[in-house]
């Protein structure tokens, strides 16, 4: 299908403001280490990188794609810790140019179990030119539109996925091109700034997709982050899309949902849903103009 993204009227984008460019101690070490250790350089590329990002994102304008997103959630440590265990297998949908996974090889979570797919690959290619890494970085990327991942699950008769071909323990991972080549075969996935593009139904869609991807082991893991809501609803979007903002007691509805739909309600008892919702952004960063305090979603689906 296509992307059910919403459109954007162009005069509704604010202008990139360098100033909003800012690091922690640990993106700036990261940063330094990864592309340049001259902070000019570093700054100067990263510049060129956003203005070169054909899309109004405002991750894109607030420069969250060098910010080290991934490891604000609470189980990133854990995470971190199962992969250098080994036998796990790392997916980052939407990964935008893939510096919250290189930060996760960085730590210690081995390249060859790790994967990162977004639907842009002008995103991926900006990636490698911002890393200077297209010929040497061991991480598989591959573009594909998760919304072509089908939705169909066997009926919640008690067997759930077992219903459907077993997944593929061999499978190579640098010749994966296609979501459907990874069901049931994923230890953790994590989407950042993904699920809040879209409007409820789609967020439901995309979230059976993801369970389909799922391994049903314990402490296999779906995470991420996304702009929230106090009370669930719709959000106030600056550039006019129509985008739904899910509390923490509706996002735990949410997937007890999915996983009563694909494997039957017995089996919710082993999912565990966590969510800590934060202040997000200054609105006025975000858009340019005044507007409400904004929040960002931080959950966990873990199977126990």
Known sequence: MGNPEGQVEPSLIPALDPSLLQFSDEERAFLHASISPDEDTLKTRIYDVQKRADYPYPCIRMFHFVNLMMKSNAVYPSVLAAGKRGDTLFLDLG????????????????????????????????????????????????????????????????????????????????????????????????????????????????????????????????????????????????????????????WERLWKRVFTEVEGEAFTSRVIVQTDLREGPNPHLIAGTVGHQSYMLYWSVQIV
Do not use: W
Request: glycine share 10%; charged share 20%; aromatic share 8%.
């Open 95 to 250: 990964c935008c140019m893939g510096t919250d996974v290189r930060k996760l090889v960085y730590d210690g979570y081995p390249a060859s179990r790790v994967l990162g797919c977004d639907l842009r690959p002008e995103y991926i290619q900006l990636g490698h030119e911002l890393f200077d890494d297209a010929t040497t970085c061991p991480i598989h990327f591959f573009t594909y539109n998760v919304f072509d991942l089908p939705t169909s699950v066997p009926p919640p008769s008690g067997t759930g996925l077992s219903d459907t071909p077993a997944p593929n323990p061999t499978v190579a991972i640098s010749t994966v091109t296609d979501l459907a080549q990874l069901r049931g075969s994923l230890t953790h996935v994590y989407t950042g700034a993904l699920f809040h593009l879209f409007d409820e139904e789609t967020q439901h869609g995309l979230a059976v997709r993801l369970a389909t991807l799922l391994k049903r082991e314990p402490g296999a893991i779906v995470f991420g982050r996304h702009q929230g809501l106090r009370e669930e609803g719709y959000i106030d979007d600056h550039l006019g899309r129509k985008r739904y903002g899910h509390s923490g007691s509706s």
